[in-house]
């Protein structure tokens, strides 16, 4: 398999404190993959080892095919962080030159290319304007063109669409998609799990700095529902009983909830209701969201 991102038994510490413990990953190249969980999981400390801009405490990491570090396969990665702090006293355009620059880019390549992502990112019109004028929004838009600039094969995305109204966010996951189908690799953080939904085609759940789960997203989803029954007379211990088809059963008033992998089970469920007593009004079947699988994964004690 090609992969774009190994690490093995990765950790980093702070003092007492563990970032990232002993994770294990495969990102294989040409995906888009969704890295998931709450605040202080190590999301953006495993990106920043990634990048070579924090050593790991143990384990090893391979990029691209390089240790970690490496200065050749630097030059290929694309980096939006979350929290930028931009050079806001040049203009966009001068902005996207000096990073291109940066990556020792040809002066004529150069010319091309910073117009081109001006209009990919719809800044065309506002090419020499300061970015200390730019809203956030506009901020983050010159942002994600700065990670494109040297046309790289691994790109990180830290919240791209931070800041951004639908239609911003729409032309982030355009651009993803865009970037996929050229071959690159997209490494996607996102908290807007409807964009991670849409966009990205596997998942890795992480908490505590530890992955807990990794999955393809489509397979994800489309392997769990959530039922929700209208029924009266059922007894506590009948509901009890439902844990025998759901790990997960909730109740209230005429309302029970319950997710099950597939439908296969409804109809020994209604009957198994119905010999105890409890008049179902209705079933009603639907697909768990990423934000309900989340949920379930993580764990509700998570900060988001």
């Given at each position: 398999m090609d992969l774009a991102i190994q690490t093995n038994k990765l950790r980093k510490t702070y003092g007492r404190k563990a970032a990232v413990r002993g994770l294990?990953?495969?990102?294989?190249?040409?995906?888009?993959?969704?890295?998931?969980g709450p605040n202080?999981?190590?999301?953006?400390?495993l990106i920043k080892i990634l990048l070579g801009l924090a050593a790991p405490s143990s384990g090893s990491a391979e990029v691209l095919g390089r240790?970690?570090?490496d200065a050749t396969v630097r030059a290929k990665i694309g980096f939006l962080p979350e929290h930028f702090r931009f050079h806001d006293w040049l203009t966009a355009e001068e902005?996207?030159?000096l990073h291109g620059r940066l990556h020792k880019m040809e002066p004529w390549r150069l010319k091309e290319r910073a117009p081109k992502l001006l209009d990919l990112v719809g800044l065309r019109a506002h090419r020499n304007k300061k970015l200390r004028e730019f809203s956030k929004g506009m901020l983050q838009?010159?942002?994600?063109?700065?990670?494109?600039?040297?046309?790289?094969?691994l790109i990180f995305l830290d919240e791209p669409t931070s800041g951004l109204d639908p239609l911003g966010r729409r032309l982030v996951r355009d651009i993803i998609q865009d970037q996929r189908a050229r071959g690159a690799t997209v490494f996607l953080n996102s908290h807007l799990l409807s964009e991670i939904e849409i966009t990205c085609d596997r998942v890795a759940f992480i908490k505590h700095g530890e992955m807990i789960e990794l999955r393809e997203l489509q397979s994800l989803i489309e392997g769990q529902i959530t039922?929700?029954?209208?029924?009266?007379?059922?007894?506590?211990e009948t509901i009890e009983g439902l844990s025998q088809?759901?790990?997960?059963?909730?109740?209230?008033g005429e309302s029970l909830t319950l997710n099950l992998p597939d439908e296969t089970a409804l109809p020994e469920i209604t009957r198994y209701l119905i010999a105890r007593g409890a008049d179902v009004y209705s079933i009603t079947p639907q697909r768990l969201s990423l934000e309900e699988l989340f949920i379930q994964i993580i764990g509700t004690d998570a900060e988001l």
């Open positions: 294990t990953l495969e990102v294989r190249r040409g995906e888009v993959f969704g890295f998931l202080g999981a190590g999301k953006t400390t240790p970690i570090g902005f996207l030159r838009r010159i942002g994600l063109a700065q990670a494109l600039i040297n046309d790289p094969e039922v929700e029954l209208r029924c009266k007379n059922h007894s506590p088809w759901s790990s997960y059963v909730r109740a209230g």
